[in-house]
């Protein structure tokens, strides 16, 4: 017995044929001397219409009883449908039910639930419409991120989560113990000690490390989960994150900006192409004109900008911000969504930030105040990429650290990478979730990853 | 200027054209009035013989300086080559010294260097040639697994690494706590305490998570990093590695091997047919016949056992093993070996094994002393997928548990997905190294990761 997926159904070629399908039902009505099944297998948003007849068996002893969440295999004639909204519809010989839902406790019925309901219930809420929805366009956009990287020649790199090196120099990192390990006063393995040997914390960053794989295939990118082990609990953070960094040798600035910019509308022009149908239910649903600022996005060129230039025109606006602006200080959600949103109406990208607020492994220009950072900005979301031209100059590199005080003792293996063969070489990140929110227009990141980790927050 | 990948050279569009290329030399070589250089850029294996003439302006203060190691971009005509073994070359106008490597502490020297000396420069070992292959192989393999499931209808799943279930109910899992909460005496947390108000550990399999999501959307896979605390140093072993679980609604036991045996086929199919030049070297200088035993493996249905005819078929051996064979032992990597590489000569599918000796998931069987699992087995790697068909009645699930010890407090959510709509449903879990050690026939584990972590190691 082969079981059809409802997504194919729907393309028609098996009409006036036998099929079979398996799913779930979402709601059932009766009508006279049939019932209306609406049947979901999660293959598409769509739900297929089942027919099912008095005249089946199991009409009265189970049909009849069939709630919202139950398991049904039907097998039927596949019709063209009379009903408006939806192409075909099955006429059911048989309609077995595998599983039951018991009303009276079942968490999820036919009602919109509020998201945050559904937070408390994540191993039942990608049976929604909405919650299946982000399920399908981020697995979507997830192989996208790969054709697009493959077929321009990157590699795909798995730097490792369990490192010895704390990438930004900042944020706190997540500690890694044996359960031994664990239960002993004072947990942190000293230097020597351990089960590798030193403190292992989960990676905040892969980029040092795909660095090392720029430095030999020319073109790599890292894709996999990031961790913050910070205690903010809002719309926009979360302990575990997945992170996408390219990487690319014989890339300056100029080039890291370009590849980030026509990633963003590849991403967003094909998930637009290809979740024609989730994306309707964002756009109505969710987040209402969603789709059309997605295709103003892919439309238009991004407006480069330096940092210099963002400050001035923040200046000059006139506008009272809650961060006071000046140059040298961080941009502020507030200050990036003013300028993105109400200044310039497209993405933004912004460059040649402070050396003072950015890490020591970018690019000090000749100035010597700036470094060779760039941030797209874009509305709604704020930052969406961070990326820069590395600092390729050994002796620059060097002194930068010990400016910084960072023990160059943990870091000879990234300074070999500039001892030896050293190339200009940039690369971004990019915050997949936050790709996902502006694709989506789900207002909280809690919303965008199956399993979300925040402070207090685990669930499954 | 465009710089140009030296594998796209090699396919001969921009023969005659004057081309860019940068990357690393290889070697070099004086042949009276010209240089030989080798330089490769990552892209391919094969490096790009370019021909730099004395009447260069740096050929003496430079281009005869250049070592391997060093970074260099070259402008020049791509010509055909008459030398064999190499369809194209280019005849420089410009080789532009980018960063030097200095041969007196440059680590790579053109000789060939074991694996283990390798593993302490691990930042610089992708630039030999055979890890390099094996870094290529690795990402093509990624992205084949990709494309094989989202081709057939699979969502791809993330799901968490930092999680509050224990899936196997065995081996140690790392703890992840705050730097704060490691520095205190007894840094566990307590159950409503801690960043997350609960102990977290590091992933041991996205299975359980999967499985909220195939009955949800039918049919997903995760592929992600996984671990174990194990203090295992063996060439079999890593404290973090790669795993690739696809999960199925309405899908049994027979599907899963289906599924499974056609995944590998295609994947060995497709590495073969793609990454022709990589492979050939592992069939050289790695594990002679490589290619011809994948091939085979392509070619040949795999046999399917159970485990009852897996024991018989040792004990009428007559062989004798270090651990000794009797119905309900588990099978050791010597029974494995023997039965795929002496007897079988083909993977095999071992199914039905015994309850006690496999995890809590497992669907029971009618004899009520066997779970519907099923272990594929390679020769020269023992097992390299292990699957089932999931425990779908509440009841039998329950009861499982409870005869396990399990509490099932902390499963209530895994309990809800047999209590509300549940589905005949099944999964495997493909080690993902174990794969590209099959494929490339490096015989130690460390060299198929970027960064292996092992007890007492985690370079980078």
Known sequence: MIIERIKGLFAGQLLGKQVTVAGWVRTRRDAGSFSFIEVNDGSTLANLQVIAERTLTNYE???????TGCSVVITGELKESPAKGQAVEVLADV??????ADPESYPLQKKRHSFEYLREISHLRPRTNALGAVARVRSHLTHAVHRFFQQRGFFHIHTPVITTSDCEGAGEMFQVLTASEAARKGALPEQGKG?????AGLTVSGQLQAEVYAQALGRVYTFGPTFRAENSNTSRHLAEFWMLEPEMAFCDLSCNMDLAETLLRFLLADVLAECAEDMALFDRFVAQGVIKRLQHIVDNDFIRITYTEAVDRLLSSGKSFDFPVSWGVDL???HERF???EVYGLPLIVTDYPAAIKPFYMRVGDDGTTVAAMDILVAGIGEIVGGSQREERYDVLLAR?????????????????????????SGFGLGFERLVQLVTGMPNIREVIPF???PGYAPC
């Open 401 to 425: 650290m010990q400016h910084l005080g960072i023990d160059d003792v943990d870091y000879q293996w990234y300074l070999d990478l500039r001892r030896y063969g050293t190339v200009p070489h």
């Open 61 to 67: 002893d189970e049909i009849k009883r069939l709630t």
């Open 452 to 454: 979300p980790r925040t």
């Open 195 to 199: 089960f590798f040997g030193k403190p």
């Open 339 to 341: 300028l993105t949103e």
């Open 332 to 334: 502020q959600s507030e």
């Open 95 to 100: 309609v077995s039910v595998v599983g039951w």
